[in-house]
């Protein structure tokens, strides 16, 4: 069983920055891909950003192309999201999740672990 807990959220104005914080309870952590999904009120969960196992090749929604940042660290058993240059619409639930078998790190089928996610408010 994995455990996953989020940190880091809260709100903010328009413009600024937040970075998330992800906990993996895991020994293997290296061969899980991680990535970072958000849930907007009355809206579907959608993809933000993910990190391959292995190789570390990153993935993003276009939403969030050159403002936000995932990392990972295999030592510590962490992931984040550096959140730049934030936008109303970032705000949402952001959830972290990781897979060890994932083909499309874009989709959040793919995933088997999901933390309770972290709330950020982007005010305008």
């Known amino acids: 069983q994995v455990q996953l807990v989020e940190s880091g959220g809260g709100s903010v104005q328009a413009g600024g920055s937040l970075r998330l914080s992800c906990a993996a309870s895991?020994?293997?952590?290296?061969?899980?891909?991680m990535g970072w999904f958000r849930r907007a009120p009355g809206k579907e969960r959608e993809f933000v950003a993910a990190?391959?196992?292995?190789?570390?090749?990153?993935y993003y929604a276009d939403s969030v192309k050159g403002r936000f940042t995932i990392s990972r660290d295999n030592v510590k058993n962490m992931v984040y999201l550096q959140m730049n240059s934030l936008k109303p619409e970032d705000t949402a639930v952001y959830y972290c999740?990781?897979?060890?078998?994932?083909?499309?790190?874009?989709?959040?089928?793919?995933?088997?672990?999901w933390g309770q996610g972290t709330q950020v408010t982007v005010s305008s």
């Open positions: 999740a990781a897979g060890r078998s994932i083909v499309a790190p874009m989709a959040s089928r793919g995933y088997d672990y």
């Open positions: 895991v020994r293997t952590f290296s061969t899980y891909t």
């Open positions: 990190i391959r196992r292995s190789d570390d090749i990153t």
